[in-house]
């Protein structure tokens, strides 16, 4: 079954910087990939999908890349605000349902 | 802001009791699905359906049961509960077979914090 890995260690920048996040995954390259964002206590909030013939897709200050060479996918959040502090968590479709990975947490200083 | 909606929000209960947690979600989704999340792990899928009377059980074992009476409606069961059910539960829902959507988009609602003493 698909391995989805994500950066393990918290990411903290300076605000006005860019995030970049990885999503690595093992198997076959999915359709598609989407991006969630996860406050605690809460249900993941969908952002972005992607798809497989889509090299980059934007939303607002949101950019995310497909490279289905190195079975992997960057979600870069730009000129970074303290609101985007959260954990964004990449999902890819596996026997037919999504999996998810263990997310990336991001705090962004004032 | 998505239209599923699980409740109670939080509960407390002891060892043994019998509790149900409720999802309702009104965008007329074929599929649904509960994942079980510990503070600052992965969300682990426990039961999923893809339309009334279609319940299959997940990734991760649990012994909580589900039914799926009506589209909108999705709700688990704990006959007995034990502190090991501890955690938060998240109900979500997905696409309608009918609309021709294959990217499986899933919205979710609040959670359930469960505590069980």
Same mark, same amino acid.
């Given at each position: ?79 970074s605000q303290p609101a985007d502090s959260a954990t964004y ?22 | 802001?998505?239209?599923? %909606? ?22 007329? $989704? ?13 969300? $682990? ?27 909108e409606h999705f709700p688990l069961t704990l006959e007995s509960?034990?502190?090991? $059910?501890?955690?938060? %539960? ?28």
């Amino acid at each position: 079954s698909q391995k989805i890995e994500q950066n393990s260690e918290a990411l903290n920048i300076q605000e006005g910087k860019t995030a970049t996040l990885t999503c690595n995954y093992t198997n076959y390259s999915p359709a598609y990939l989407q991006w969630y964002r996860q406050d605690p206590g809460r249900g993941p909030v969908f952002l972005l999908l992607i798809r497989e013939n889509e090299k980059e897709k934007r939303k607002e200050r949101l950019k995310v890349t497909f490279d289905t060479t190195l079975k992997q996918s960057l979600f870069h959040i730009t000129a970074s605000q303290p609101a985007d502090s959260a954990t964004y968590l990449c999902a890819l479709e596996t026997d037919y349902k999504l999996s998810f990975g263990a997310g990336t947490t991001v705090t962004v200083r004032a | 802001e998505a239209d599923i %909606y699980q409740t109670p929000r939080y509960l407390v209960i002891g060892t043994g009791k019998k509790i149900t947690l409720e999802c309702s979600q009104t965008m007329g $989704h074929d599929k649904m699905y509960w994942y079980q999340q510990d503070p600052g792990m992965e969300l $682990h899928l426990i039961h999923y359906s893809y339309g009334v009377n279609s319940t299959e059980k997940g990734d991760l074992s649990s012994e909580s049961t589900v039914s799926r009476i009506r589209t909108e409606h999705f709700p688990l069961t704990l006959e007995s509960a034990r502190p090991s $059910h501890t955690s938060q %539960y998240l109900c979500a829902s997905s696409g309608k077979w009918s609309s021709g959507t294959s990217t499986d988009t899933q919205y979710f609602g609040p959670g359930t914090r469960l505590t069980v003493l």
